[in-house]
């Protein structure tokens, strides 16, 4: 529909409505800050008639362009004309700012159920096109108000298979500045690596929305296994029970190629227990090449998934691990004990004089 020509009172209330807030963006220099973000910026899960041809564009680029060449646009209407205005005009409101309090999300939250939207799909899976601005800025909120900034994403991800490892150690505070439409901008950041980001923030906010802070009291995140493994290992440090083969098999082994599983799958999963000897006698790289068709180098890169896994998800088991090491070594009833929690430590957490044979033996395997 064209607006060439005013043809109703419904014509001519928008096409006032529009001159109107395009007066107060761009006279007032509040709203200075906003001009360069895009219209999509505005957009809410709940939103219907989009004008999807406007989204990808600048506020400022809209109100430079005449409205009868905006209304002559291909696709537009003017359903999708009044929803261009709405947009327009929820960049004038206050709590369109990138600087939200506390108090300013929990406002917003109240005046538009938008903001508790779920952002998971209709099978419970995670989806980023649900996640709106206001979404995003309760999210941040969230990791401010409990000190999170510096956690790690990979320590918080649900899985690292579907997060880089170049971002596996980015602290979330790395992203807490930007909105979210800053965050699509951004180098190497493609939809997927996004997901994985916005997800990390949701699952956080999701554990720690209702949790009431304490002057007194901390809440630290951690991947599910840590606290576990670390009160195990806590415990046999200090006590004097004698350490099994099998309590280092239940309680620190499994748990461990556990999270190898989740984190980077199959494949390595049943590498690192065959090392271990987890279902029989150890398994040689050797034997593990020749099984599945591939060089001794290929078996070393994927074994060292476990160190950089670990490095990231349970960095403070390698001193706990060389201390229980240490201790257990010296008594000689506790040998099968030992040659497993040893080759576990070796191949979670490698030294670097290990490190350096494997890097050895993969250039002698290729040449």
């Not at 020509?5 to 963006?25: G, P």
């Not at 980015?170 to 997927?192: D, N, Q, V």
Request: aromatic share 6%; proline share 5%.
């Amino acid at each position: 529909m064209r607006f060439n020509k005013i043809t109703s009172a419904e014509d001519f209330q928008l096409v006032n409505s529009f001159d109107e807030v395009k007066r107060r963006l761009l006279e007032d220099q509040k709203y200075s800050d906003r001009l360069d973000k895009p219209l999509a910026y505005w957009a809410l899960p709940n939103d219907r008639r989009l004008p999807l041809a406007f989204l990808g564009r600048t506020i400022g680029d809209l109100l430079a362009t005449p409205f009868e060449e905006l209304s002559a646009t291909p696709g537009i209407g003017q359903k999708k004309i009044s929803s261009l205005v709405t947009l327009l005009n929820r960049a004038t409101k206050e709590d369109a700012g990138f600087e939200a309090s506390q108090a300013t999300v929990k406002e917003v939250a109240a005046k538009d159920n938008f903001s508790t939207k779920s952002p998971l799909d209709a099978d419970g899976n995670f989806d980023p096109s649900l996640v709106s601005e206001v979404l995003w800025l309760r999210w941040r909120e969230t990791v401010r108000r409990h000190n999170l900034g510096n956690e790690r994403l990979g320590r918080l991800a649900p899985t690292l298979m579907d997060l880089p490892t170049v971002i596996w150690n980015t602290p979330l505070e790395f992203y807490m500045g930007h909105s979210l439409a800053e965050i699509r901008r951004l180098k190497t950041h493609g939809e997927k690596r996004v997901r994985v980001v916005l997800e990390v923030f949701y699952r956080v906010h999701e554990t720690l929305d209702l949790a009431q802070g304490q002057p007194h009291l901390a809440i630290l995140l951690r991947p599910k296994m840590v606290p576990t493994l670390q009160g195990w290992g806590l415990e046999r440090l200090v006590g004097e029970t004698p350490l099994s083969r099998s309590d280092v098999m239940e309680h620190l082994t499994r748990s461990m190629l556990k999270q190898i599983l989740i984190d980077a799958g199959q494949t390595v999963h049943d590498l690192a227990a065959g090392r271990l000897g987890i279902e029989g006698t150890p398994q040689s790289v050797r034997m593990q090449a020749r099984n599945l068709g591939v060089t001794r180098a290929r078996i070393y890169q994927l074994l060292e998934d476990c160190q950089k896994i670990m490095s990231v998800r349970w960095p403070e088991g390698r001193p706990l691990l060389e201390s229980l090491c240490r201790k257990v070594e010296e008594k000689p009833g506790e040998s099968e004990a030992f040659q497993l929690l040893a080759a576990t430590r070796d191949l979670f957490y490698a030294t670097k004089a290990e490190e350096e044979d494997a890097a050895d033996e993969i250039e002698a395997s290729t040449n």
